[in-house]
T-cell receptor, first 113, second 113 residues
Framework: NAGVMQNPRHLVRRRGQEARLRCSPM?????VYWYRQLPEEGLKFMVY????????ESGMPKERFSAEFPKEGPSILRIQQVVRGDSAAYFC???????????FGQGTRLTVV | QQQVKQSPQSLIVQKGGISIINCAYE??????FPWYQQFPGKGPALLIA?????SEKKEGRFTISFNKSAKQFSLHIMDSQPGDSATYFC????????????FGQGTRLTINP
């Protein structure tokens, strides 16, 4: 049973470009969470999704950031017009239900130059 | 009130010693307290978790102690080994599970051989 798969592992974007981060949850998991980790800091919750639904996006910046989890395919975190401050590690986690353990992927390290 | 405060920031322990990491929280509605272990370049991995109806949980060399009245919980690693060298994060959430984990700032643990 493969774990949570994230790709790409590393992503370099120039300021103003778009970044698309993908997350395939563990088999049988229908709940997906995105977290951001700045250097030397803990993880910060961004968004919680189920298939075709955003459950809680209280941690998402109001502009430029969006997330989706379509009926088919991976969950996507999209950052438009990236700025240097978006440079961070972005982690996806999944769970069977909202009240069960979450398992994290290896993350996507975004660098904005 | 949503914060989880973790200490120390870094910790050096001799091989065979006991490593102790502490966390404190404010929100009394939190009902799920996991600990994650993270190696460089990897995602956080669930180590052990506790719910507030018990004061202690032990899994192998890892023990969580939970003090509900003091709103504190701690991770004890017995017989610490060099392979335990990693960053450890405590976290807390509502609804007994994976939703919207609030992470501590992390503790970088180094076990000297």
């Amino acid at each position: 049973n493969a774990g949570v798969m994230q790709n790409p592992r590393h992503l370099v974007r120039r300021r103003g470009q778009e970044a698309r981060l993908r997350c395939s949850p563990m088999k049988g998991h229908s709940h997906v969470y995105w977290y951001r980790q700045l250097p030397e800091e803990g993880l910060k919750f961004m968004v919680y999704l189920q298939k075709e639904n955003i459950i809680d996006e209280s941690g998402m910046p109001k502009e430029r950031f969006s997330a989706e989890f379509p009926k088919e395919g991976p969950s996507i975190l999209r950052i438009q017009q990236v700025v240097r401050g978006d440079s961070a590690a972005y982690f996806c986690a999944s769970s069977v239900q909202g009240n069960t353990e979450a398992f994290f992927g290896q993350g996507t390290r975004l660098t904005v130059v | 009130q949503q914060q989880v405060k973790q200490s120390p920031q870094s910790l050096i322990v001799q091989k065979g010693g006991i490593s102790i990491i502490n966390c404190a929280y404010e929100n009394t509605a939190f009902d799920y307290f996991p600990w994650y272990q993270q190696f460089p370049g990897k995602g956080p991995a669930l180590l052990i978790a506790i719910r507030p109806d018990v004061s202690e949980k032990k899994e192998g060399r890892f023990t969580i102690s939970f003090n509900k009245s003091a709103k504190q919980f701690s991770l004890h690693i017995m017989d610490s080994q060099p392979g335990d060298s990693a960053t450890y994060f405590c976290a807390a959430s509502l609804n007994q599970g994976a939703q919207k984990l609030v992470f501590g700032q992390g503790t970088r643990l180094t076990i000297n051989p």
